[in-house]
């Protein structure tokens, strides 16, 4: 990238336009994830391990109260992550630290991988400058850019580590390496290590005619995450006295009622009657207009007023925020990368669906990440000849305009 950016000319407008723009998202998210604060669970539960504790000191949102300790529902691995940084920063400063400093890392890590991948399937300097921007700041991921939180600390470090095994892969295929990765996925999201799918179709077609040579493939894949497995259940019993007991049944047990906490409790945690519900608010569900608080003949008036719509309560659907993801409809799943791609994606989007819970206060469904860079492997194969058409560079770019224009209005910053 650093030799094709020393040959960029003032008169490339598109590729002066497009690096322009990356670097004012980059900005931006930099100096929100600087003056977020609170809500860093991960950050306080790094204290905690290195404490010997596996609860949080106080509650939090979200959190579990069992036996008088409140302990974090979400995956541990983040918070591991976390430990170096947490024990140097109590070293110097005699402070915890924060989640937002690494967060800008993270989401320059996920552009340049997402550039390498376009790069990698042929595309130009300034259509991969297009696609890697698309992946970060005009889907679902923006929004999780923005905001150092740990429900989405844990999204952004879940989807780094799909790109480090995707980068693998298409590099030196060390399926031990891909395996550790993974393993690492399922001690963050656990719904997202079902991308294991992807590789364990690639060994199966890759040493089709050599039995041995596929099971050690397997063996060095499946090894890591068994041993996650393993980890997360030992974790899971000394919490919580139940090796499959995660806590997410039981988050704000302590803080609401069960009455507040209905659906969590009368729709369980995976059902297959939760997929209308949530199939509505993934692929369905638009934007809704700010009306006037004026009352007229018919109720409530059908005048709007400033900024006159806004993200629909829990958000709005994944093609209204990332309209570039309807081009994957165009790819044909003639090469093999696109079909194994494929099945995680459908997989994971099917138990998804059967969550009860699509997702808090978020501009698209934010769970998508979960699949999110297989579905980009798809989108890179999608387009002819590996070239992107004007209108598609428009859509990226209008899509990450509306899109943070949802951000401020979500939070009351317009």
């Not at 009368?266 to 509505?280: A, E, K, M, V």
């Not at 009352?295 to 719509?309: C, E």
């Amino acid at each position: 990238m650093l030799k094709e950016l020393a040959k960029i000319k003032v008169k490339d407008y598109g590729t002066v336009f497009i690096l322009a723009l990356t670097l004012v998202f980059f900005l931006v998210s930099a100096f929100l994830n600087y003056k977020a604060e609170g809500n860093e669970e991960y950050a306080l539960l790094s204290k905690s391990f290195l404490d010997g504790k596996l609860y949080l000191y106080e509650p939090r949102l979200d959190s579990v109260l069992y036996n008088d300790h409140y302990y974090w529902h979400l995956g541990p691995f983040p918070a591991v992550a976390l430990m170096p940084l947490t024990f140097i920063w109590k070293i110097l400063f005699n402070q915890v630290f924060r989640q937002g400093f690494l967060y800008i890392i993270i989401t320059f890590g996920i552009f340049t991988f997402s550039y390498w991948l376009a790069k990698k399937f042929k595309y130009s300097f300034n259509d991969s400058l297009y696609l890697a921007f698309a992946f970060c700041f005009a889907s679902v991921y923006q929004f999780v850019a923005f905001i150092p939180w740990s429900w989405y600390f844990g999204q952004a470090i879940t989807t780094l580590l799909l790109f480090f095994s995707i980068h693998e892969y298409f590099t030196k295929k060390r399926y031990l390496l891909i395996g550790i990765y993974l393993g690492f996925v399922l001690l963050s999201r656990y719904t997202a290590v079902f991308c294991v799918l992807f590789y364990l179709l690639a060994i199966i077609q890759e040493n089709k005619n050599d039995i041995k040579s596929a099971g050690k493939k397997l063996f060095k894949l499946c090894t890591p995450i068994l041993i996650a497995g393993l980890l997360l259940m030992w974790y899971n019993y000394e919490r919580f006295e139940n090796p499959l007991n995660s806590g997410y049944a039981d988050s704000n047990n302590w803080l609401y009622s069960e009455e507040e906490r209905y659906e969590q409790i009368n729709y369980g945690l995976f059902q297959l009657r939760n997929i209308p519900t949530n199939f509505f608010y993934y692929f369905l569900n638009g934007v809704q207009p700010i009306r006037q608080d004026i009352k007229s003949l018919m109720g409530t008036t059908y005048m709007l007023k400033t900024p006159y719509v806004t993200v629909s309560y829990p958000g709005t659907s994944l093609f209204v925020v990332a309209p570039i993801f309807l081009y994957v409809f165009k790819n044909k799943f003639k090469s093999s990368i696109s079909k194994k791609a494929l099945i995680p994606v459908l997989v994971i989007t099917f138990i998804l669906l059967t969550y009860y819970w699509p997702g808090w206060r978020q501009i698209g469904p934010r769970y998508t990440l979960d699949f999110a860079p297989f579905l980009y492997l798809i989108l890179l194969e999608a387009f002819e000849n590996r070239k992107l058409t004007k209108l598609a560079k428009y859509v990226i770019v209008i899509s990450s305009l509306y899109d943070y224009f949802f951000f401020l209005h979500i939070f009351n910053l317009y």
